[in-house]
T-cell receptor, first 112, second 115 residues
Framework: EDKVVQSPLSLVVHEGDTVTLNCSYEVTNFRSLLWYKQEKKAPTFLFMLTSSGIEKKSGRLSSILDKKELFSILNITATQTGDSAVYLC????????????FGAGTILRVKS | NAGVTQTPKFRVLKTGQSMTLLCAQD?????MYWYRQDPGMGLRLIHYSVGEGTTAKGEVPDGYNVSRLKKQNFLLGLESAAPSQTSVYFC??????????????FGPGTRLTVL
């Protein structure tokens, strides 16, 4: 059975801290790993990773994938209160329909 | 370009009532999806569609039906609502084919409460 596990389930940090969110997976016919940010409403896309070892960056956020060890990390440096959200990891399989398997999410709260 | 829209935004039902949630997308995507999100459980796929006139079951399809009569619309129906269907429902769409990584674009969600 396909499985995506995120850790920690939640964490609280202070502004300016650096955080690392983890996502491990067991999925057949792996295609891609995606990170989404969810603030109350719709998940919004952050990154899509398909190759091992290639870091993707967007401002203070970065992510990398390890296809050998089957995990990904999402780093956020110099956190701000606006980073408070649920971060979702999802894995796509090489199959008709482009379905995604989601983890339960990590709740991040950044205190000022 | 509105992306993915959902109606209604909120709804309260009594047990046994029926309702339909409407999802519309203007990105000409072939694939569309309905998810439910419950606390601590992430997003779970209810049903999906790979094109107009097609539907398929996802991970948690029981108690729901769907229809895709037009490419841009995907309807989710609850024939006889139960309290266990209290949840936030998200619609999503994506490009077809194996090019790219399968990114899905999400609507704003519908919060449904069944009493």
């Amino acid at each position: 059975e396909d499985k995506v596990v995120q850790s920690p389930l939640s964490l609280v940090v202070h502004e300016g801290d650096t955080v690392t969110l983890n996502c491990s997976y067991e999925v057949t016919n792996f295609r891609s790993l995606l990170w989404y940010k969810q603030e109350k409403k719709a998940p919004t896309f952050l990154f899509m990773l398909t190759s091992s070892g290639i870091e993707k960056k967007s401002g203070r956020l970065s992510s990398i994938l390890d296809k050998k060890e089957l995990f990904s990390i999402l780093n956020i440096t110099a956190t701000q209160t606006g980073d408070s959200a649920v971060y979702l990891c999802a894995v796509g399989r090489m199959e008709y329909g482009n379905k995604l398997v989601f983890g339960a999410g990590t709740i991040l709260r950044v205190k000022s | 370009n509105a992306g993915v829209t959902q109606t209604p935004k909120f709804r309260v039902l009594k047990t046994g009532q029926s309702m339909t949630l409407l999802c519309a997308q203007d990105m000409n995507h072939e694939y569309m999806y309905w998810y439910r999100q419950d606390p601590g459980m992430g997003l779970r796929l209810i049903h999906y569609s790979v094109g107009e006139g097609t539907t398929a079951k996802g991970e948690v399809p029981d108690g729901y039906n769907v229809s895709r009569l037009k490419k841009q619309n995907f309807l989710l129906g609850l024939e006889s609502a139960a309290p266990s269907q209290t949840s936030v429902y998200f619609c999503a769409s994506s490009y077809s084919g194996l090019a790219g990584g399968g990114e899905q674009f999400f609507g704003p969600g519908t919060r449904l409460t069944v009493l």
